[in-house]
């Protein structure tokens, strides 16, 4: 198994090979290039998996008999500003694997007593800043139960892209309830679909924090009232409520900024997202912005980004 990305954060696609590998009597590691490659005997199979598009590809000899490549990293391509699918190139995983029970023993650390997974698939939005809708399709649909990658671990991180959309919502809500685990809502729950009954379920939910997203500037109207109405049912402060607010790409500094400041008094945690970030330098105003936003100690001090000096 090759993980191109990094080791921080589990793979989910090799922790469902490495199992149903390991269920047809297969031996299963990590690809190393000193202990496997040139002159040894080459491997039967490796698998590469690339989340992120932006991470270059594998960059060492890989000495196998075939290899398999496949995640959003290699599918997904960024044209002309927009985030672009190219399903020729999507090898998705087949029906058997993609519903088996995750070997977590693959990353140890991270999956200490914490399960990963989803529980739905898609989104309604169709965001040009997103490749969600091309992948996935732009409906929210349940897609699995919470036993088939939770066996009773203490943590739970939810990879669903937009899970109160899908009209199963509230059954997955129901299941979260009744795990008794913590719940990491890790993407951007959409606040514009909040309603009280659904604030409601996820109060009981046990979660250190929940993250929204505020992506497009134009929802301010709309979204304002749900973040108020939230909080007033939850009672939850701060430190439990992040929201991802998307910049760099059709939106101005200034409305970046009113949109930091508005979240700030309605007693929410921004944490700023550069769109093809990979793309900006360290000394530009988005960058600076976001090191000034997302360094907590820095934003609660430093009250107004103007203010905000880097030495």
Same mark, same amino acid.
């Given at each position: 198994m090759i993980d191109a990305d990094s080791h921080n954060f589990p793979n989910l696609p090799l922790m469902k090979l490495s199992a149903w590998h390991k269920q047809q009597g297969d031996s299963v590691e990590w690809y190393e290039p000193l202990l496997h490659g040139f002159p040894n005997t080459p491997l039967d199979k490796v698998y590469i998996s690339k989340v992120f598009r932006f991470t270059p590809d594998y960059p060492y000899y890989v000495n196998a008999l075939?290899?398999?490549k496949g995640g959003s990293g290699y599918c997904i391509s960024l044209e002309n500003g927009k985030e672009v699918y190219h399903k020729e190139n999507d090898?998705?995983?087949p029906y058997k694997v993609e519903h088996i029970y995750p070997d977590y023993s693959l990353y140890p650390k991270l999956a200490k007593d914490t399960a990963y997974g989803f529980m739905s698939r898609g989104c309604p939005r169709g965001c040009d800043f997103c490749h969600v809708e091309a992948k996935e399709g732009r409906m929210a649909?349940?897609?699995? !139960?919470?036993?088939?990658?939770w066996r009773g671990q203490k943590n739970i991180v939810l990879l669903d892209p937009n899970l109160i959309a899908c009209k199963e919502w509230k059954d997955i809500l129901q299941q979260l309830i009744d795990s008794h685990a913590w719940v990491d809502f890790s993407q951007g729950? !959409? $606040?514009r679909l909040m309603t009280e009954e659904k604030a409601e379920m996820i109060k009981r939910i046990r979660t250190k924090n929940i993250h929204f997203a505020w992506d497009r500037y134009g929802d301010k109207e709309k979204i304002i009232p749900r973040f108020k109405e939230f909080k007033q049912i939850t009672q939850w402060d701060k430190r439990k409520l992040t929201v991802y607010v998307l910049t760099n790409f059709n939106t101005t500094i200034e409305q970046d900024l009113e #949109?930091? @400041? $508005?979240? #700030? !008094?309605? &007693? @929410?945690?921004? @944490?700023? *997202? $550069? @769109? &093809?970030k990979e793309h900006t330098r360290p000394g530009d105003t988005v960058r600076r912005m976001q090191r000034w936003?997302? *360094?907590r100690a820095v934003f609660e001090s430093v009250k107004r980004f103007e203010d905000y000096k880097t030495g």
């Open positions: 075939e290899v398999s090898n998705q995983l649909y349940k897609v699995a !139960d919470l036993s088939e990658f729950i !959409d $606040i #949109r930091i @400041y $508005i979240l #700030r !008094d309605l &007693g @929410y945690w921004p @944490y700023v *997202m $550069i @769109y &093809g936003v997302n *360094m």
